[in-house]
Structures are given as C-alpha cells and as structure tokens.
C-alpha cells in the first residue's frame, strides 16, 4: 500500500472592500492610531458590511479561487473542513453551504469549531484523512466574519478583529521530501472566564435581557489571554522545533497566529529569527481569527519555495494552541492568480 503525505498545493484569500482604519474607529470609540498601533499592530482591518451576507460568502469567494488557481474537479474533492467561530446560522453547518454554493457533488461538509486554532486543527485532520489512504482531496477553510460579535462600544476589544477568509487544498502525494510533517496540538481548559460570548448558546439562550445588557458580544480578559497566547505559542514552537532538528538556520518561515504584534515578536525571538523570516500581515487586516493563517500564506505564497520548512502556530479561545511543521511543497512564485 502507496504511503502518502499530505501537501498544500494551492491556497485561495478573500478580504472584504470596506477598510475601517484607525482614524475612523476613532471617532466610534475613545481611542487612537498611536494607542492602538503600540498595543496591537494594526492599522486597518477589513469589514464585511454588505447586508445579508456572512461567514459563507467570503469562504467561498476563497474556496473558488484555490479551485482555478489549482484547475482542480471539483468533483474530486472528497471533503470540506471549514474552521470558523462565526457560522450563518446555528444550523445547518456552514460548511454545507459552501459545498453547495461551489458545486462540490463529491464531498462531505462539516464546521470545526476551534477558534483562532480552527485552520491549525483542521489542517491536522486533513492530513490525517489523507495519511490513512481514505481520502486524496480536502479542501480546508478559515473564515470569520468577526465585526459580528464585536461590541463597537468596547475600546479594549473593537480595534482588534477583521474578518476575511483563506482556503488551501490539500492533497495526498508519494513525496517524502515535501508535505505535513508533525503538529503538537492541546487544549486545556482554562479560558472560559477570560475569553467568550456570554450569550446565544445552551446555557444562555438568546432573550430581551440577553439583548438588552449587549451578552452577545465577545468578551475578552486581554492581559491574560496576551500572557497565555506568548507562553503557550512560544513554548510549541520551540517544542516543534526541538523534535524536528529545526534551528534558525533551517527555518524558512514561521507563521503565528495574527492577534498581536507583541506576541508574533515574542514568538519570533524565542526561536532566534528575525522579522523577516515571519509571515505578517496583522498591519493591514487585523485579527481575522481562524481566517489569520491561510490569509497570511496566500498574501506570502510568491515567496514560498518547495522545500521551504515553514512552523505555524496559533492560540486561541478555550484555551486552544499549538503548533505544526511542514515542508512547502510548491514554488509559490509560479502559482497562476486567476482574474476576477
């Protein structure tokens, strides 16, 4: 029996048009470009304002350009993993709107509920699918529409998120030279006080006082969550590193999850590499949540090369962190960008 590994072999992004800059926030909420700059990074994020459109929407903007990028059937696809914190509807999955609004006939469809870490984990998974001979194509998304659950009111929470979406298809080769090698993944518990929606699940279904006292907002202790995401991110990759002879020479790339730019430098120096070896694109589109990872590779994909040995690491609501190592598996210079 053939082993295989599994390769990203085209990635796909989508950005909505709408550009809230900081000036602007600053006249939503008591803040400033030189306040949130130091703190966070971020100059810009994008937001998906047009009515009657959600997560799904830009997923499968994403989705479709990785499938003519690639000039792959869509018919071969064997299964959809879409990574997401802010799905359509309670239910049915997001997922299986995409598969329907791209015409995949072939797949099966599900939502990963895994917060910042949702692409991270749906990668791993892909790849165990595609390990185990079962399945030879999976396409995997990261999409957040986070302006939904962001209180515009709330100067500590509102300059953080953006919302977009990145795909990558992911497919089975006969190459040990190349593909997803090794992943270190946990979750431990600890987050529900300091990072959550207060309202609209099980425990606190949506109502007039749910609504009028603005539960439906994402609410986050950000001293904690900034202390756990450095120590929990910083300490994966230098345990991924460790079990897989990677140094800073070796090392092409490290992509951390975009939440913060204090944390992607702390990240940076624990593996001794310098900034221009880090995928980062917080600048411009903000904290996209599970949409940060595949955003950042497509943005970085012209400078990819096959071979290149690439560390990506995220941490999320829950807590949820990890890391996971891979080898390119494509110039990304000679990938054909499809026209609108």
């Known amino acids: 029996m053939a082993k295989y590994r599994a390769v990203i072999t085209g990635l796909g992004g989508y950005i909505p048009d709408y550009v809230l800059n900081n000036e602007e926030l600053s006249r939503m909420v008591e803040t ?17 304002t047009e009515e009657g459109l959600g997560t799904s929407y830009m997923a499968r903007k994403a989705a479709k350009m990785v499938l003519k990028k690639t000039g792959v059937d869509p018919d071969t696809i064997d299964a959809l993993i879409l990574a997401t914190s802010t799905a359509d509807y309670q239910f049915p999955s997001t997922a299986s709107i995409v598969v329907g609004k791209i015409g995949l006939k072939n797949a099966f469809a599900y939502d990963f509920w895994g917060a910042c870490c949702g692409f991270l984990f749906a990668l791993d998974t892909a790849a165990c699918y595609i390990e185990s001979g079962r399945y030879k194509k999976v396409l995997i998304i990261g999409a957040d529409k986070m302006s939904s659950m962001v209180d515009y009111t709330d100067r500590a929470t509102c300059p953080l998120f953006g919302d977009g979406a990145g795909a990558a298809l992911v497919e089975a080769v006969e190459d040990d030279e190349v ?3 090794d992943s270190y993944l946990r979750t431990d518990g600890k987050g529900l006080p300091f990072l959550h929606m207060k309202a609209g699940g099980s425990v606190c279904p949506p109502s007039h006082f749910t609504v ?62 310098p900034m221009e070896r880090v995928m980062v694109n917080i600048e411009h589109v903000g904290n996209t949540s599970a949409a940060t990872i595949p955003l950042a590779l497509w943005e970085f994909e012209n400078r990819l090369r096959k071979g290149d040995n690439i560390i990506l690491t995220a941490f999320g ?22 026209t609108k």
């Open 32 to 48: 400033n470009d030189e306040w949130i700059t130091t703190r966070v990074g971020i100059k810009e994020r994008r937001i998906l």
């Open 212 to 273: 009028d006292h603005r539960l439906h907002y994402l609410y986050q202790e950000g001293r904690t969550v900034f202390r756990y995401a450095v120590t929990n991110m910083s300490d994966d990759c230098a345990l991924i590193a460790e079990r897989n002879g990677l140094t800073a020479d070796n090392i092409a790339w490290v992509l951390p999850h975009q939440a913060n730019m204090r944390i992607i430098e702390a990240v940076a120096r624990r593996l001794n590499l």
């Open 179 to 181: 593909g997803y090698i």
């Open 317 to 338: 609501a829950g807590f949820v962190h990890g890391a996971s190592y891979l080898r390119w598996g494509y110039n990304g210079s000679e990938a054909v960008t499809p």
